[in-house]
């Protein structure tokens, strides 16, 4: 029996525990930490500073699963694997669901904070926009892939959108926005992170926070990467050649 | 909260078979006097601390522990799963 075919071996076992203690340990620490923790008393924001911990770690990992997603995309281009094409889906899946979040609750501290008294949840900021259109052109991967029936050519097509949709990523993100008035932190050319922007006391909870979200993101990541495996090789098994195409893992 | 006992000098709002007082504060039902409670004990010290956030943190590690045991579970599932699809590829063989 070729290896490959297994289904176990997709991740080390030993760093994927290891990863899953740190997160739980962390993140419990964060949400005592971000709720009882000392923050600066500011007009507008007031408590809700607190939202820094969890809102901007969603777009820290919509970054990171965007770009895994494009590299595996790359290199199922390059060889064609089928699992590299499932981790790549799986990659897009959770950056989409990452930054649904944070859009999600981006739109709820806006609502209390820039448009308070106005009732207004959603404004057309540049950074809210562009980062609707990011998660509309990620929505249009998943479009795409279930627009093809043959799993060969739905890999490749769309590993092709996904090297340009990853392209958009830093611009809609960071670059158009920073062009452009607006209330967002980071606006108009206003590096959202220096040295004065983070209190000493929050960066002790904002980094880790980050960092565990970061994890959070790549222990999904790998659940969902192992259940398509699963179901691929079961699939190739009801076709009857789960030993040819066996190389597709890794 | 504070309760207003109705004074005949606070106001006419609430005598019977008046109309239905139009403001909110109208209804408001609070204690004035406070009871002569002792101080809080035990969980109702700790819990009753800075406007009671450690009931929301309390709330929210709740929630989080059962995020947590979804991720542990499913992690088993897929574990035994693998196991499984394996053993009967290998049987096939």
Known sequence: ?250 | MTIHPLRPSDSAALRPGQERPDTTTAYDSTWTEQPAHSAPEGLDRIMGQDGKIYVVLAVVLLIWIGVVALLFRTDRQIDELERRVDRSISENE
């Open chain 1, 1 to 250: 029996m070729p290896s490959q075919v297994q289904t176990q071996g997709l991740v080390s076992r030993r760093l994927y525990r290891v990863v899953r203690g740190t997160v739980v340990v962390v993140l419990t620490g964060i949400l005592i930490a971000g709720l009882l923790g000392k923050i600066p008393q500011l007009d507008i924001l007031e408590q809700s500073a607190r939202n820094l911990y969890f809102h901007v770690p969603m777009w820290f990992a919509l970054m990171a699963a965007t770009i895994v997603s494009a590299y595996h995309s790359a290199q199922h281009l390059r060889h064609g694997d089928r699992i590299r094409d499932l981790r790549a889906r799986e990659a897009a899946r959770l950056g989409l669901i990452f930054g649904g979040l944070g859009i999600v609750t981006g739109m709820v501290w806006a609502r209390f904070t820039w448009y308070e008294g106005t009732g207004v949840w959603w404004n057309f900021d540049p950074k809210q926009s562009m980062a609707a259109v990011l998660l509309l052109i990620y929505g249009g991967y998943f479009v795409l892939r279930d627009a093809i029936d043959a799993p060969r050519t739905r890999g490749r097509i769309a590993a092709v959108y996904n090297l340009f949709a990853v392209v958009t990523m830093p611009f809609l993100l960071y670059i158009l926005p920073r062009q452009m008035p607006s209330l967002h932190p980071g606006g108009e050319g206003s590096p959202a992170f220096s040295q004065t922007d983070l209190a000493p006391a929050m960066r002790w909870v904002f980094y880790p926070s980050v960092l565990a979200f970061l994890g959070l993101c790549w222990l999904l990541y790998t659940q969902r990467v192992r259940l398509a495996w699963l179901r691929e090789v079961l699939r190739q098994k009801a076709l009857g050649n789960a030993h040819g195409d066996g190389d597709a893992a890794h």
